[in-house]
């Protein structure tokens, strides 16, 4: 029979001596499981293949008192990553555990491939299926014979966000002791529900009462299933949420059934992180997303809590009052206020909700383009992304995946590193009419454009049948090979995507699913230059990776000569752009300039108008006053925003104080032009300070531990901190972000140090010379101030006058 719907997610099942995947289809709004008959394999490379598939005939291993045998052998040809075609076993086995145990008594014979592929990666990359596409399927008895067309479509899904609120007078909360209170959700279908076991003395919208803590989780499980939802969202939901609410449900008795029918969850811890399995549904966590999206630049974020997060994504905060989680019992307690923390808990379940509208159709999109499960890609670093999306092309081409690097091999690749771009260093100082020129995708397109790949890479083919790198590596032009073939189709793919883009109503669905989709490439895209250099990579390539970075350094170098033969003046240049200053032209003459570089560059590369910026920044280097830093600037373009690199305010280990002084410096110097006004921004702040009118909320500073307290050497402020906040119940480990504030008690500034919520007062004199006169002086002393003359009343000529 015929079928077709909405592939969500994939699971794996055994039985009677064959390995299915389970499909989880969304039909006509409603999800079922098919199971498709999928053998695990393995390829081994020997002398003898005909001989060796005779063996295997008769052969079995013991594992675990559990005799293991060789469901299968066919002989094949295939491209190996040595570059030459050779037949090989292809070697099927009944159960994917039962792959490394055949390649381990294999060994013997030779070298085994592709044994440490994960099953579903497999099945995915053989059947060319898309997580989250459209399918039509061939089924009989629930089992899919044959899958006969994908097609890509808006995905209707039912997203429920949820969160729980946990009981405990001193931290950490433990499971065994400290209960759950509530558990909030947030959905289309429902709004904001928040399930719990006590009244709301001023009847809240949305509140469901329930008799006891165990009728609660019940009751949750019954919702998630009643709804029938597709992605389960949280935050920090993965380490926190999920495995709080499975301890619970053991301590009382019951089960945590958020699966399809009712069914368990599967939860591994591994180390600062963790994976949720529930059969049917996808579980989100918009933590490691949002840390994910910091790292890459996508977002600028300076702690990853959920307000931080839905500020950053979504701009001002819902309307319900923030609660210290250490106060949350208080509320429960007092009858007076108890609904405001029922609003609370919507709020924070409703908070998910909104960034997940946001940020939900770019995770799509990634397991659409790299074919790795919505599941896993949330998660995914995007070395792993691109490697799916380089297995299944792989796989079409009949190209052996290479195997994973052992560990000496990947600290050989660690111990040499590649030179990266060119930089040219600007002079510190204040400039007009700036314009900056970008390369699009320069290391994707110097890929494309000069064939650089694994499989091309040939030191010994003539020169003339060769793209030679400024380095001298060879790579062959005559057949387009896996990378480069890969990445040609997606810049194509978001080219046009781009187009049409221009054409749609930007507030439509498919506008908003098109944006999602080119964003989502974009970041794809971006990653395989560093795939390439990537020490753990199956396709690391040292040549190709310092090829495209020497092309680049050639490009950009040409491009500064050709810049200063026209009588422009460069100012600043790193690794893909281009700072050039008007002085002597106009406009018109920057894009004729343009116009020429591109008659020359290869037809794949191309440099853009990135922008016109009527004034800038650039500052010194910390260490050395008068030399120009590497991506350290402000410049304001010509609608009056100010694009910022490099500084403080963009980094959470600054205190708000000290960010906010900066900025509005910037702004007096960028907009006004005025740097008498910023000289008194920044007097009047240290007015403030000293008068200790600043709330001690301006003077958080919050910096990550890289390990835990007790692990470190040399106790410096933050660890000082969290020393002092685990002493009073604080939980805090490897990988917590800590907020502390300098105070006046102590003889250091580490013994200064307070947690933020323990912090009584503070000490000014830290602030002003390690805060705020640091952050604004790398500006101001480019206009000719000193420090002294803005703790004091004292003048001295400046520049600007």
Known sequence: MKREGYLIDLLHSYDNEQSYVVLVVKEEGRKTFYRYPFDPYFYLETEDPEQVQKDLDSFSVLYKDQVVKVKRTEIVERLTPDKTWKKLLKIYCYHPNHVPMVHEALK????????????????????????????????????????????????????????????????????????????????KNLGGKVITYRDSPGGVDGVITVRDEREMIERFCDIVNDEDVDLLIGYNSAMFDIPYLKERSKVLGTSLNLGLDYSGIEYRRHGMSATVRIPGRVHIDFYPVMRTLGGMGAVRIQRYTLEEAYRNIIGDLLGSKNIDKQEIWRYWDDDNLRDVLFRYSIGDSRAVYEISKVVLPVEIQLTKASGLPLSEVYHAPTSKMVESALMRVAVDKRYIIPNLPKESEVRLRMNNPIKGGFVKMPNPGVYEDIIVFDFRGMYPSIVVSHNVDWYSYDPDAPEEECYVSPNGYKFRKDSETLIPYVLKRLLSLRGGLKDKLKTLDKNSREYEHLFAKTQALKILINSFFG????????????????????????????????????????????????????????????????????????????????????????????????????????????????????????????????????????????????????????????????????????????????????????????????????????????????????????????????????????????????????????????????EEELKTNSRQTTLWE
């Open 531 to 786: 795939y390439l250099g990537y020490a753990r990579s199956r396709w690391y390539c040292r040549e190709c990776a310092s090829s495209i970075t020497a092309w680049g350094r050639y490009y950009i170098t040409n491009t500064i000569q050709k810049a200063e033969q026209r009588g422009f003046q460069v100012l600043y240049a790193d690794t893909d752009s281009l700072f050039i200053l008007l002085k002597g032209h106009d406009k018109d003459d920057a894009l004729q300039f343009l116009e020429e570089v591109n008659r020359q560059l290869p037809s794949d590369m191309e440099l853009e108008f990135e922008g016109y910026y009527p004034r800038g920044v650039f500052v010194s280097k910390r260490t050395e006053v008068g030399k120009g830093a590497k991506k350290k600037y402000a410049l304001i373009d010509d609608r009056g925003v100010i694009k910022i690199r490099g500084f403080e305010l963009v980094r959470r280990d600054w205190s708000e104080i000290a960010k906010e002084t900066q900025l509005k410096v910037l702004e007096a110097i960028l907009k006004d032009g005025d740097p008498k006004k910023a000289v008194k921004i920044v007097k009047d702040v240290i007015s403030s300070l000293k008068k200790g009118e600043v709330p001690l909320d301006k003077l958080i500073i919050y910096t990550e531990l890289k390990r835990d307290p007790k692990n470190y050497a040399v106790i410096s402020p933050e660890v000082a901190a969290a020393v002092k906040a685990r002493d009073r119940g604080v939980k805090v480990g490897k990988g917590s972000i800590i907020g502390y504030v300098i105070g006046k008690t102590g003889k250091t500034v580490s013994e200064k140090a307070e947690y933020y919520l323990f912090a009584k007062d503070y000490d000014p004199d830290y602030y002003i010379n390690n805060q705020v006169l640091p952050a604004v002086m790398k500006i101001l002393r480019e206009l000719g101030y000193s």
């Open 108 to 187: 013997p014979y030779g070298k085994s491939y592709e044994y440490k592929i994960p099953y579903l990666h497999r099945f995915l990359a053989d059947t060319k299926l898309i997580p989250l596409n459209y399918i039509v399927f061939e089924e009989e008895d629930h089992e899919v014979k044959e899958i006969l067309s994908q097609e890509d479509r808006m995905i209707p899904l039912n997203v429920m966000a949820f969160d729980i609120e946990v009981y405990n007078k001193t931290n950490p909360p433990d499971p065994r002791s400290n209960p759950i209170i509530m558990i909030s959700l947030y959905s």
